[in-house]
């Protein structure tokens, strides 16, 4: 999964990262991909804490 942006880019002659287009496309992609799912995760997370919540205040006094 890793080696596909391992493989992305070239150093220059000064050291710097270099990518060609379609990697830079790729590379946005990627990212943007990352992005969404930690948005998403957030979301699930909020959705169990609440669901929990929920949860626990149908449990009697005494039964937690």
Known sequence: MYSELERMG???LWGHMELL????KKLLTLAKSGL??????????RQLTEA??????TVPAGRT
Request: charged letters at 35%; proline letters at 4%.
């Open 21 to 24: 287009p379609e990697e830079f």
């Open 36 to 45: 969404a799912s930690q948005g998403k995760l957030l979301e699930l997370q």
């Open 10 to 12: 070239k150093k220059n």
């Open 52 to 57: 929990v919540k929920g949860l626990k205040s």
